[in-house]
């Protein structure tokens, strides 16, 4: 009995868990948002095949029907998971201890066009790097 319990009660909070998740606000749409890895390198191909390979997934991804836009990222959406490096910071100098250590991601143009996130201020990125892509179906 006490076994049946303490297995409703965790059935319970397991889909009280799911629940809120789904209501999560993450900052971006996420409708319609398809995302999938790709990982070239694990099959020993070398660097510059590999970008070439980027490049061409995401010239085909433009031109498929139904695809609204597309991006590279490094770092998956939603994951949680994070690239640190640390920064020096021009004119600043750190206290004891303290190591500005920014979390960073690296994507292609059109990032933010993909998450339907609005840049406020500056421009977008113009680099082009690898790893995860991010595309946007239209709604039909």
Known sequence: ????????????????????????????????????AVEPTLNRYDRLWTLDYYRRLSDRLKIVAGIESEALAVIPVLQNNEWDNWVTIEGYTPKQGEYPDPHMQY?????????KIPVLLGRDFTGAPTVQLVCHQERG
């Open 107 to 115: 994507c292609s143009p059109g990032y933010f066009a993909a998450l």
């Open 1 to 36: 009995m006490a076994l049946s319990l303490l297995l409703l009660v965790g059935a319970g909070l397991f889909l009280q868990s799911l629940r809120n998740l789904k209501y999560t606000d993450p900052g971006f749409d996420v409708r319609d948002l398809v995302s999938f």
